[in-house]
């Protein structure tokens, strides 16, 4: 089979189309033929080698896929045929890929494999980000960084349903009219206004959740956007730069930051993660939530998908087609 291959970490020349053996699953496991493979800012940082607790290299990436099952390990209930979307720990930029078999769902109703493997990482992150971790409630202000990105268009969305006021920072026009689209109240091109200021200005005191993916100086300035007993969630660091806030400034503000990762919760809680999977699921079918659903790239050019990503021209989801 094909497959893409990270042969050291690097830049888009790092992705190489290799042949490989058709994997053959094991017990609790299944086979799914790939039909689409979702990519994942993540699997940029881990080409990179700048990943915390990444692959080391030579690996195959890929995070989530959609596809068929083509093959079955024994105990496992499910039967070649079903349409399914999975995370995994990796191997997902290829024709097949291994999976646990208790780690699958089916793909919502109405969905496009594509469009399905768009949803577990970013639909996950959003919703637990917003909800299981940085406890929304109806009428709060949310400040969401990256807000025509992958994550940031789901949150968006999860967010209007929750019946909150949104504030999104992007950095082109086309972006933050995607946002505003989606449900965003305040758009904020960060190129040209400071989003502390228009948060301040449209709220008391600031907003009472950030969901901040991005890092670095991004990470720092949203404390000034936080109300008193504001909460903060980081998820990641797409500058490259994890943020170092004051402590002492935390302290007298009596704001919380949090901290989330999906493969290690999933790990180590996998209802607090998984929980929300018949929800997300039925929101979807209902199109009461929509993947934003940018391109896909053949599996051949996933050197040009990632190029993509990274100048930041993708506006919600990327996936790979084998
Ligand atoms: N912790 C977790 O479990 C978890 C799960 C999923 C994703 N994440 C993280 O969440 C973030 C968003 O992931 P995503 O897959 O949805 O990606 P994405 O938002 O589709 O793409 C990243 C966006 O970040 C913004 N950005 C700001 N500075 C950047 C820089 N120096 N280089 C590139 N982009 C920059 C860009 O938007 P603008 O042009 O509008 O600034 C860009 O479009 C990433 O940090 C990712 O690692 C974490």
Not at 25 to 42: H, L, M, Q, T, W
Not at 264 to 291: F, H, I, Y
């Amino acid at each position: 089979m094909k497959a893409i291959q990270v042969e050291e970490y690097g830049g888009r020349d790092a992705l190489s189309v290799v042949a490989k053996d058709v994997p053959e699953p094991g017990d609790s496991e299944v086979r799914i033929e790939v039909k689409a493979a979702g990519i994942n800012f993540a699997d940029i940082m881990q080409r990179r080698g700048h990943y915390h607790g990444g692959p080391e290299a030579p690996y195959v990436p890929g995070l989530e896929v959609a596809g068929v099952v083509d093959a079955v390990g024994d105990g496992v209930g499910r039967s070649v045929g079903d349409e399914v979307v999975t995370m995994l720990g990796g191997g997902g930029y290829a024709e097949y890929a291994i999976a646990d078999a208790a780690g699958l769902f089916d793909v919502p109703e109405g969905l496009s494999f594509e469009e399905a493997a768009g949803f577990p990482v970013q639909f996950l992150t959003a919703r637990n980000c917003l909800h299981e971790w940085g406890g929304l409630e109806e009428g709060e202000a949310v400040l969401i960084h990256a807000a025509a990105g992958g994550v940031g268009t789901a949150a968006v969305q999860i967010a209007r349903e929750a019946g909150a006021e949104i504030f999104g920072t992007a950095s082109t026009p086309e972006k933050l009219e995607l946002a505003s689209s989606l449900g965003c109240d305040h758009p904020i091109n960060y190129e040209e206004e400071d989003f502390v200021e228009v948060v301040k200005e449209h709220t008391d005191y600031g907003a009472d959740l950030v969901l901040d993916g991005i890092g670095g100086e991004t990470t720092e300035r949203s404390l000034d956007a936080l109300k008193q007993f504001g909460r903060m969630v980081v998820y990641g660091a797409a500058s490259g730069r994890p943020g170092t806030p004051s402590t002492a400034d935390i302290l007298f503000a009596n704001q919380r930051i949090i901290g989330y990762h999906l493969g290690r919760a999933t790990q180590l809680k996998p209802m607090k993660v998984m929980g929300a999977v018949p929800e997300l699921t039925e929101l979807l079918s209902d199109r009461k939530l929509e993947v934003q659903f940018d391109r896909s790239f053949d599996l051949d050019d996933a050197a040009d998908a990632h190029e993509y990503i990274e100048g930041r021209e993708s506006m919600g989801k990327v996936v790979l087609v084998p």
